[in-house]
């Protein structure tokens, strides 16, 4: 088993969905630069892609057919304006045209060249997915893809992340791997194994660089996100809640910039109902920007990618834990615990529910929380297992194919779980835990292995179907 770097786990990303927007888009990519090795743009005359199982029946609410055309064109959504998105499709589909990698125009009719067939679902993956090229010669090219979660894709024939992963000098593929190193080096903190592991990729400047960027991503997603009102786009007419909030929490304070409105919340007062309402404004920010098209911090989805900002902001903002290498060392444990999610079970909600997005964010978050609070490697592992204890079995039901509605709020309530989870495990002994993480994250694989297909992200069941709405 091949390692996964923290930063494959936790990274820049698009909303709304890691597996429906960010998938698909890396696959168009990922499609182009395969008929580029094999053939040329210019002689390409037709692109046709095919979506299926929960991409097609959910993807219209998700921007799947966004992600597809915009990915053929070249686009990447790390780098596009995310406020031109909405013209370059309109552009597309009112032409008829498409622009192929930004280099050849092609004859592009949305319903005929892209379709979402909701009736039929390929073997390998509840997101599947099929990207063909017809060549001026006659000659074809064909390649199906399938989107795991967390912007990660695969074929059949092997997973796309893999040419990107090494084995580190300490493997550490479960709970017990890394608690097993920790002890063999005589390290302290978890976040020590971490660093080592991470110059297989890097240095450890580098490392803290990085981390230290996705901070400042994160802090200006949530400063976007409490300074936006209006409606979040889809039809389900649902009302951007976090700039209230953020208004009433402040009263009649003014800022000019991030900096000044960072202050004024760290000056705040500090009482547990206020703490508590800031902890969810900072998670509904986030989401209500990662379900407008916004540029978030995927982690490890995006569904779930306000938890992490939500309990980190809360860390810099009401703890004395404020200093870069807290931050760092939060971040570093953090991805460390997905990855053993995305290893040993699934961080895709069409696998396997809700509790593996927002399950998995919630135990990633305790974990980065418990350990920069001081806790012992041991520790960091027991917030892990409870955080995702008390998620399991949660359905992804998004009403209207929409990462809205419960979404948006789950991420809320899935920082509370990971702040209380982090206070339950300094106090606690974990050698008298009764549960591993390693023995949750399988009863987790084993939930989702038993979940009806209606509750994962295929807005089949739940409440996307006790909720009477038009179909968006």
Not at 371 to 399: F, K, N, R, S, Y
Not at 407 to 421: D, V
Request: glycine share 10%.
């Amino acid at each position: 088993m091949e390692s996964i770097s923290v930063f494959e786990i936790i990274k820049v990303g698009i909303g709304p969905s890691s597996s429906h927007t960010m998938g698909p888009w890396n696959a168009a990519e990922s499609f182009i630069r395969k008929i580029k090795i094999n053939h040329q743009l210019q002689d390409v005359k037709e692109v046709f892609v095919e979506f299926f199982g929960s991409l097609a029946k959910t993807g219209i609410g998700h921007g799947t057919d966004i992600a597809g055309m915009l990915g053929l064109s070249g686009e990447n959504f790390k780098l596009i304006d995310t406020t031109k998105i909405d013209d370059k499709v309109e552009a597309i589909k009112s032409s008829n045209l498409l622009n192929l990698g930004g280099e050849k125009i092609i004859p592009f009719v949305y319903g005929e060249h892209l379709i979402l067939n909701k009736k039929k679902s390929l073997d390998f993956h509840p997101n599947g997915m099929i990207f063909r090229a017809v060549f001026e010669n006659g000659e074809e090219l064909t390649q199906d893809y399938y989107s795991l979660g967390g912007g990660f894709i695969a074929t059949q024939e092997e997973n796309s992340y893999e040419n990107n992963c090494i084995r580190t000098l300490y493997p550490c593929h479960s709970g017990a791997d890394v608690r097993r190193n920790i002890e063999r080096l005589g390290l302290e903190k978890f976040s020590d194994l971490i660093f080592l592991n991470e110059e297989s990729w890097r240095t450890k400047e580098e490392t803290e660089k990085e981390a230290l960027y996705i901070w400042t991503q994160i802090k200006e997603c949530i400063y976007k996100g409490v300074n936006k009102e209006g409606i979040l786009p889809g039809g389900l007419n649902v009302t951007r809640r976090a700039a209230a909030w953020n208004t009433k929490l402040l009263g009649d304070k003014i800022y000019k910039n991030i900096d000044e409105w960072f202050k004024l919340v760290v000056d705040a007062e500090e009482s547990f109902t206020t703490i508590n309402k800031w902890v969810s404004c900072f998670a509904l920010a986030v989401n209500e920007e990662n379900a407008s098209f916004g540029r978030i911090i995927t982690a490890p989805t995006n569904g779930a990618s306000g938890v992490i900002p939500a309990v980190l902001m809360y860390a810099q903002a009401f703890t004395e834990h404020q200093k870069d290498e807290d931050i760092i060392r939060f971040l570093l444990v953090a991805g460390e615990i997905g990855t053993l999610f995305k290893k040993n079970a699934t961080i895709s909600a069409a696998m396997g529910g809700c509790q593996a997005e927002i399950g998995v964010s919630s135990a990633m978050a305790a974990a980065g929380l418990t350990e920069i609070m001081g806790g012992t490697p041991g520790q960091v592992l027991m917030a892990a297992e409870i955080a995702m204890e008390h998620h399991l079995g949660m359905t992804c039901d998004p009403i209207g194919g929409l990462v809205q509605i419960p979404c948006i709020e789950r991420n809320s309530m899935g920082a509370i779980k990971a702040i209380t989870a982090a206070n339950i495990a300094i106090e606690s002994d974990p050698k008298k835990a009764k549960v591993s993480l390693d023995q949750v994250i399988q009863t987790m694989w084993e939930t989702a292995q038993g979940m009806s297909d209606r509750f994962k992200e295929t807005s089949e069941g739940g409440l996307a179907i006790a909720v009477n709405v038009a179909e968006c």
